[in-house]
């Protein structure tokens, strides 16, 4: 088993390609992002078809801030 790769899209690899290159017929598939789009299974549709089981967490995104809870005050 080969270690996580962590992919930015830009100097450490895309992300499209490394699926490309990894998916095979039968594989199981574990994902963890905030970004997978339907353009994204659209261009991965072939390779996604031939999967057995694909696992995928959705985060949340690093450019949506955080509500901040403002206090309440009794008048």
Do not use: H, W
Request: with cysteine; charged share 25%.
């Amino acid at each position: 088993m080969q270690p996580p790769k962590i992919l930015d899209n830009k100097q450490q690899g895309k992300v499209i390609d490394e699926l490309r290159a990894g998916i095979r017929p039968g594989a199981k598939l574990a994902v963890i992002s905030a970004y997978f789009t339907i353009y994204a299974y659209e261009a991965l549709k072939k390779e996604l078809s031939q999967i057995e089981e694909m696992r995928f967490i959705f985060t949340t995104p690093s450019y949506i801030k955080q509500k901040k809870r403002l206090p309440t005050t009794m008048c």
